[in-house]
Structure formats: structure tokens, C-alpha cells
Nanobody, 115 residues
């Protein structure tokens, strides 16, 4: 089992920044990738950014050049730096950890972009 705890969400004005954190515990040594997903009200959950254990990264087109995913292996934590936030970025953001045969989700953290 892998436990994921997210933090860092909140209310921010358009153009502002937030940094989300996701701390992993448990059987984290078998994790092959971690990512951030989001789900806006009335919409399906979508991939925002993902980083593999080898360091490969991919982003959703809608967040390229604005969001940056990174990891601190010593702290077992993955981050999502979100800059130039837009109202359409408003959603619940979920951390995900992938293993070979299963995956795990955090509880989600709300990000609201509004003036």
C-alpha cells in the first residue's frame, strides 16, 4: 500500500501562483510514476502532469509553460508549481502514484482561481 497526502491548495487570484505538495509513505519503493490530476465540477478527471521514476515528464497541453512538476526523492515528495493561474484551472487536484499492477490516490486538494 501507498499513502499519499496532498497539501498546498487554496484560493488565488488570476495570474497568481500556488505550489502543491504530495508526500508518499508506505511501500513507495515500487512506485514507477507519480502524477497530478484534476477534476473540475461536472467534468472528468484529467491528467495535469506526470513524472516517472526515471525522470520523464509530460504535461497536459493546457498547463504547459505554466506548471512544473518536480520531485524530492529524499523527502518522498512530489510538487506541482502552478504559475499564471487561470479561472479554468479551478478544480480538485489529486496526487496519484502508479505501481506495476495498481495505483493509489490522495484525498485531493481544492484549488480555486477567482478574483
Amino acid at each position: 500500500q501507498v499513502q499519499l497526502v496532498e497539501s498546498g491548495g487554496g484560493l488565488v487570484q488570476p495570474g497568481g501562483s500556488l505550489r502543491l505538495s504530495c508526500a508518499a509513505s508506505g511501500n513507495r519503493f515500487s512506485i514507477k510514476a507519480m502524477g497530478w490530476y484534476r477534476q473540475a465540477q461536472g467534468k472528468q478527471r484529467e491528467l495535469v502532469a506526470r513524472i516517472t521514476s526515471s525522470g520523464s515528464i509530460n504535461y497536459a497541453d493546457s498547463v504547459k509553460d505554466r506548471f512544473t512538476i518536480s520531485r524530492d526523492n529524499a523527502k518522498n515528495t512530489v510538487y506541482l508549481q502552478m504559475n499564471s493561474l487561470k479561472p479554468e484551472d479551478t478544480a480538485v487536484y489529486y496526487c496519484n502514484a502508479e505501481r506495476l499492477l495498481d495505483d493509489f490516490w490522495g484525498q485531493g486538494t481544492q484549488v480555486t482561481v477567482s478574483s
